[in-house]
């Protein structure tokens, strides 16, 4: 399990955390009281846990995968939405007192309007597969698009699925949503808790409270950070 626990009060510099969750820019934080050996009793331990797929869906093209790209996208325009997944099958969430997605800027935030608008974060009801496309490369084998969770052939252009998932199946936000607003850098965050407990085994779907407003963000994707923040991993 990629995972990495913090005490609190222990002598991990906060500069090099913050370097670490730079280069990851996309990842979860839960925070819980634990009472393993070593620990103490009722001592607040932070977990920092990597995402392990992403990318974003669109239509249209409704058949076109995103896993390999740079950055994941949110907007009307094309209406793209970004899906994330972490590997929880093995985290004790029994103690768990908050969690928080997180989410990296690439670019400043356009056409949100005077006052902003919500990007809400839905819990999602199906595995999907990351896939290999990227801005004009259609990829190879299977990937998540607009129609499929899972297209198993992804170079083709054409929906490989049945049933199909038509923008993702997913519950209701349990959160009114994260405002954005126009020139936003750097992280976003929603609170997951009530999902984190409800079990999140595929990831979340991030989308536009309202979709039929404006709004264009792009987040960095793995593959993105890697390339500006780690480039030994890219």
């Known amino acids: 399990l990629n995972f990495n626990?913090?005490?609190?009060?222990?002598?991990?510099?906060?500069?090099?955390?913050?370097?670490?969750?730079?280069?990851?820019?996309?990842y979860l934080l839960g925070w819980a009281v634990m009472s393993q050996p070593g620990l103490g009793w009722g001592e607040t331990t932070q977990m920092i846990l990597e995402a392990t797929q992403d990318s974003f869906i669109q239509?249209?093209?409704?058949n076109k995968n995103e896993?390999?790209?740079?950055?994941?996208e949110?907007?009307?325009?094309?209406q793209n939405r970004t899906v994330?997944?972490?590997?929880?099958?093995?985290v004790n969430v029994e103690n768990l007192?908050?969690?928080?997605?997180?989410?990296t800027i690439k670019d400043q935030t356009l056409f949100w309007g005077i006052n902003g608008r919500l990007v809400t974060a839905h819990r999602l009801l199906e595995p999907w597969t990351e896939g290999n496309g990227a801005h004009h490369?259609?990829?190879?084998?299977?990937?998540?698009?607009?129609?499929?969770?899972?297209?198993?052939?992804?170079?083709?252009?054409?929906?490989?699925?049945?049933?199909?998932?038509?923008?993702?199946?997913?519950?209701p936000a349990t959160t009114s949503g994260?405002?954005?607003?126009?020139?936003?850098?750097?992280?976003?965050?929603?609170?997951?808790?009530?999902?984190?407990?409800a079990g999140v085994p595929y990831g979340w779907l991030i989308k536009k409270a309202d979709e039929k407003k404006f709004g264009w963000v792009r987040y960095y994707s793995r593959e993105g950070a890697d390339a500006v923040f780690d480039p030994a991993k890219a």
Request: one cysteine or more.
């Open 59 to 62: 239509r249209p093209p409704q």
């Open 5 to 26: 626990l913090k005490k609190r009060g222990n002598q991990m510099k906060q500069k090099r955390l913050n370097n670490m969750l730079m280069a990851m820019a996309i």
């Open 137 to 171: 490369r259609r990829g190879h084998g299977s990937g998540v698009t607009w129609n499929c969770a899972t297209d198993r052939n992804i170079h083709n252009f054409r929906p490989n699925c049945n049933p199909q998932w038509s923008g993702g199946t997913f519950t």
């Open 74 to 78: 949110v907007q009307k325009l094309g």
């Open 97 to 103: 007192t908050k969690a928080t997605l997180v989410l």
């Open 84 to 90: 994330v997944a972490f590997d929880l099958a093995e």
């Open 178 to 197: 994260v405002l954005h607003t126009n020139g936003m850098t750097g992280e976003l965050t929603w609170n997951v808790t009530a999902d984190v407990e």
């Open 67 to 72: 896993g390999a790209n740079e950055t994941l």
